[in-house]
């Protein structure tokens, strides 16, 4: 795997295994991957740089093997107001990963806690080794979740499930995510980021335009009533039919042989 040379302090590293797949990993194992505002700041500014990149396709988000985050940083948070909060805007690294317009996937090994497991939420895959375990724990230090785990959650597992996470803050092993459908696959423990890798190979070699297409309507047809979602979904399906990528696909597959897409 071809690593970038991580500036000095960087503890979010961007990797290129190949040209259309991004690895963005955080690497803070002293703290257990802890979202500092720092780490905040280089998640945003890494996600802003691979949406930005035409040559990558799809972004994959990992941590290390026993934590793919352990959770918001207490020792900054200790002290800090709500003006704070505000003026930092600690949420917007949510925001960026959760906006991106390319497939995101999260590669989940060992604890994804807090803000580690809104940070695997607003992803829109998540592979977990069956090792991984997820959960809010806010609550046990006199606060909630203000990232996403309330809201993502509870869109994701249904809300008997997400209040039980969230009210109790006890996490569920990887097995029990995934009977919630709280993740998309399970992989052997160790194996998580190999697997994501192949799911990103795999979309990576799918036409781009219909990739974002699906993606767009998919995100924004979850919260429509479903007759507007399926007009949403109907008014991207025919304008895919103006793109060369569709016509390559479809004479590809009468002429039986693997189509070449151009993103066009």
């Keep these: 795997m071809k690593t970038s040379e ?7 590293i961007c990797e290129r295994p190949e040209s259309a797949v991004c690895v963005i990993r955080i690497d803070r194992p002293e703290r257990r991957n802890a979202l500092s505002l720092d780490v905040k700041q280089q998640l945003d500014e890494a996600f802003a740089a691979a949406d930005a990149d035409l040559d990558v396709r799809v972004i994959v988000l990992t941590g290390g093997n026993s934590f793919f985050v352990g959770g918001t940083d207490i ?17 917007r690294a949510f925001r960026t990963i959760a906006a991106c317009r390319k497939p995101v996937i999260a590669a989940v090994e060992g604890y994804a806690l807090g803000g580690g497991c809104e940070l695997a939420l607003a992803c829109d895959m998540i592979v977990a080794g069956r090792g991984a375990r997820f959960g809010q724990p806010e609550i046990r ?20 499930r997400a209040m039980k996470m969230i009210l109790t803050g006890e996490p569920v092993d990887a097995e029990m995510a995934l009977a919630m459908g709280l993740v998309s696959e399970l992989a052997d423990t160790g194996a998580a980021l190999e697997r994501a890798l192949a799911l990103a190979r795999d979309i990576a070699s799918m036409p781009p335009l219909a990739v974002r297409a699906i993606k767009e309507v998919v995100n924004a047809g979850q919260n429509l009533p479903l007759d507007g979602a399926l007009l949403l ?8 039919f103006d793109t060369s990528d569709q016509e390559e696909g479809m004479r590809a597959f009468l002429e039986k042989r693997q189509p070449l897409y151009r993103g066009a």
């Design 6 to 12: 991580p500036s000095t302090g960087n503890v979010v």
């Design 75 to 91: 020792v900054e948070m200790v002290n800090m107001t709500s003006g704070e909060h505000t003026a930092r805007d600690t949420s």
């Design 141 to 160: 230090v006199g606060i909630m979740p203000g990232a996403g785990g309330t809201q993502r959650l509870l869109r994701t597992i249904g809300k008997y």
């Design 233 to 240: 979904e109907r008014k991207a399906f025919q304008l895919l």
